[in-house]
Nanobody, 126 residues
Framework: QVQLVESGGGLVQPGGSLRLSCAAS????????MAWFRQAPGKEREFVAA????????WYADAVRGRFAISRDKSTNMVHLQMSSLNPEDTAVYFC???????????????????WGQGTQVTVSS
């Protein structure tokens, strides 16, 4: 059974940085896509970033492009989200998601991913 466990959330001041990590276990991820989504109070879950476990392609939401970077470490089965220049609008619960690579048109859709972590809170506030 695939399990995804996020870590690294917390409170950070505007303009600061934070690195989220997702530990993946219980499966073979060669044909998987891994993604980060976020959900703020009262809002729908939204796409943040994604990558394929193999290859170099990455995808980002317009709101985070240039500030966030998604990466994966195959040796440790970890997926990271490096976040910088954070602002209060980035405050949300951040979720790691994974599953067989969806078609490109569905890559940003939550329903395209089979497995989810429990989420980690990121709060950007002074």
């Amino acid at each position: 059974q695939v399990q995804l466990v996020e870590s690294g959330g917390g409170l950070v001041q505007p303009g600061g940085s934070l690195r989220l990590s997702c530990a993946a276990s219980g499966g073979t991820f060669t044909n998987y896509a891994m993604a980060w989504f976020r959900q703020a109070p009262g809002k729908e879950r939204e796409f943040v970033a994604a990558l394929r476990w193999t290859g170099t392609n990455t995808w980002y939401a317009d709101a985070v492009r240039g500030r966030f970077a998604i990466s994966r470490d195959k040796s440790t089965n970890m997926v990271h989200l490096q976040m910088s220049s954070l602002n209060p609008e980035d405050t949300a619960v951040y979720f790691c998601a994974g599953g067989p690579t969806p078609i490109l048109s569905r890559l940003r859709i939550p329903d395209a991913y089979y497995y989810w972590g429990q989420g980690t809170q990121v709060t950007v506030s002074s």
